[in-house]
């Protein structure tokens, strides 16, 4: 069973900083198949990267996924107010998929 | 986009049963792969089950594999969930999902709000 493993666990930002999310996985796996999901207090969560790095539809371009093997990264190039969520990182490889612990960006 | 709306969560002994629905509406429920996934409160995500589009491929986590069965009614436009054997540590909000595709093994593009199943005696 592969094992995600976001950090920080809480990352404190104001508006208009950098956020960089980090999502490491017990083994190698395959990039077409790390997702990442925003989830904001009271709603579902919100699909912004497939692929590690494609965009799903909607999500402006301050959204942005990298990485390759174990070690993959959200980054939110300039936060904004609505930017402050909770990220889950996510893997769908295998027959028995994962999400990471979550990744909470406050203010 | 379409809907997706749970039904059946409550309060239930340890080694209970309940079975979960999950209605799709808006969209072709049977050109997609659906999942169910939990949250206890305040907590994080944890994939449950998943079934492709027509019920020939499922997974289950090994946490509930053995107690839960999956399975999809493409006429009903409906998914369930059966859970037996009932624990403390299934407590939380039960999510159904769909995917992108026809598998289960693909992103996650839209969320229903839940059901929240409680074990306690």
């Known amino acids: 069973e592969i094992v995600l493993t976001q950090s920080p666990d809480t990352l404190s930002l104001s508006p208009g900083e950098r956020a960089t999310l980090s999502c490491r996985a017990s083994?190698?796996?395959?990039?077409?198949?790390l997702g990442w999901y925003q989830q904001k207090p009271g709603q579902t969560p919100r699909l912004l990267i497939y692929?590690?790095?494609s965009r799903a539809t909607g999500i402006p371009d301050r959204f942005s996924g990298s990485g390759s093997g174990t070690d993959f990264t959200l980054t939110i190039s300039r936060l904004e107010p609505g930017d402050f969520a909770v990220y889950f990182c996510h893997y769908y490889g295998t027959s028995l998929l994962t999400f990471g612990g979550g990744t909470k960006v406050e203010i | 986009e379409g809907q997706l709306v749970e039904s059946g969560g409550g309060v239930v002994r340890p080694g209970g049963s309940l079975r979960l629905s999950c209605a799709g509406s808006?969209?072709?429920?049977?050109?997609?792969?659906m999942n169910w996934v939990r949250q206890a409160p305040g907590k994080g995500l944890e994939w449950v089950s998943g079934?492709?589009?027509?019920?020939?491929?499922?997974g289950y986590a090994d946490s509930v594999k053995g107690r839960f069965t999956i399975s999809r009614d493409n006429a009903k436009n409906s998914l369930y969930l059966q859970m037996n054997s009932l624990r403390a540590e299934d407590t939380g909000f039960y999510h159904c999902?769909?995917?992108?595709?026809?598998?289960?093994?693909?992103?996650?593009?839209?969320w229903g709000q839940g059901t929240l199943v409680t074990v306690s005696s």
């Open positions: 083994q190698s796996v395959s990039r077409s198949y």
């Open positions: 999902a769909r995917v992108t595709t026809g598998d289960y093994r693909d992103p996650f593009d839209f």
């Open positions: 692929g590690a790095s």
């Open positions: 808006g969209f072709t429920f049977e050109d997609h792969g």
């Open positions: 079934i492709n589009r027509n019920g020939g491929s499922i």
